[in-house]
């Protein structure tokens, strides 16, 4: 016990990443129990170890037929393992946190903090631009739990009839809508049933459910807790609220109208339905790129440039301290931003009538650095293992790494040794870079004087 307590102390970061770490493994011994299994078998343990990953980091990628590899167990170990990858590896260490240190200490609220704001991973002074204040903390993580509660119990409740609709026995539906909700709020994807969403392929509602799910787990437990505190009032929304709302909806328009001008024509996936359902399946499209996972389309038979639109729209993903991933919407916006106030020559990032810090910035840009480079070196590894299509395999990739779920269809064909370095990807992208550079630098060093100034050529 003194062991985690002085871990929490010393390095926050390093000690959720441990936790998060410590519950993969745990969970990989369970899926490889032959109780787990359909047929009673030791499921391999690589398809155990990424099933695992694939569980607690949220994602969706699976290396196995998720809806019959695995017997009831199995699933229920799928149910759980989403849950408590929702809820967010840094949320979860402050629960731990609290229970070792029976109470929510400085260290404690600093580490949640860290989830609603990746600057509080650092150390030293924290600028006054915060997305959840400490004192608000544990109601931030009361928030996690009640939101995530609620709004999948009403989730289920409105698929409910849908799967009646489809078939579905009503004993069955029971265990399947709140299975559907929870892979929808967390934006994992995966389905119970062998079929996936074909049999609601025309059930809209049943879609929109899905779709407005996504949205909420893709926003942010922040901005859920600002949404519930103010509702209406947008005057009195935080700064991060406004940003990931503004930026979520306008690249889930942007994207469903890109998706219908560029398969409109494809025969293979829009261009064989009528209007209607050509346009709602590109929207529904456009908001599981953003980390929802779902797919009615046959993601390998879309057109290259469509590949690309979808791998640009999973990179960013959704809101910061939500259940999606990738670089996040308002690091996103936060450097657009940088670009419009540069090119408008305002020496400071401005907007709704605040001030953005230079150092938002600058973390920002180190998260799409990173971001980039451990997409670049996990695709020229799978690359050189599989020797795939390189478009398939940078997809699958940012999928991946983004925790989307989505996939051409390389994931399930990949040999072992690239099996493990996408499980690495989707681990990375899961625990964050900010955070993982913040738990790799062990402490910070300030400087007590200033070099001269030489400016190099850029351009």
Known sequence: MEF????TQRSPARFAILIFLSLILLFTGLFSLPLAAADGEVTPFADAFFTA???????GLATVDMATHWS??????????VQIGALGVLTLASILGLVISRRLGLRAKLIAASDSNPLRTHG???NEGQTVQLGQI????????????????IIAILLFPGLLVAGVPWNVALWEAPFYAAMAFTNTGFTPNADGLEPFRHDYFFLTVLMA???????????????????????RWSLHAKLTIITTVMLFFLGGVVFLVLEYDNLLTLGTKDAWDTTFQAFFLSAMTRSGGFAILDIGELNQSSLLVACMLMFVGGGSASTAGGIKVTTLAVIALAVVSEAKGRASNQVFGRRIPSDVLRVALSVVAWGSTIVALSTIIITQITKAD???VLFDVISGFATVGLSTGLTETLPDPAVYVLAITIVMGRVGTVTLAAAVAASTRSQLYSLPVERPIVG
């Not at 009361?142 to 999948?152: F, N």
């Open 4 to 7: 985690f307590r002085d871990l």
């Open 53 to 59: 990953v694939s569980t607690i980091c949220v994602t």
């Open 72 to 81: 009831a167990f199995g699933h229920v170990l799928v149910f759980v393992g």
């Open 124 to 126: 030293g002074p924290v």
């Open 138 to 153: 544990g109601s931030l993580l009361a928030t996690v739990a009640l939101s995530t509660l609620v709004i999948e119990g």
């Open 213 to 235: 799910g996504v949205f909420l787990g893709s926003i942010g437990f922040p901005v859920i807790y600002t949404l519930l505190r103010e509702r209406w009032r947008v005057r």
């Open 390 to 392: 390189l478009g398939d």
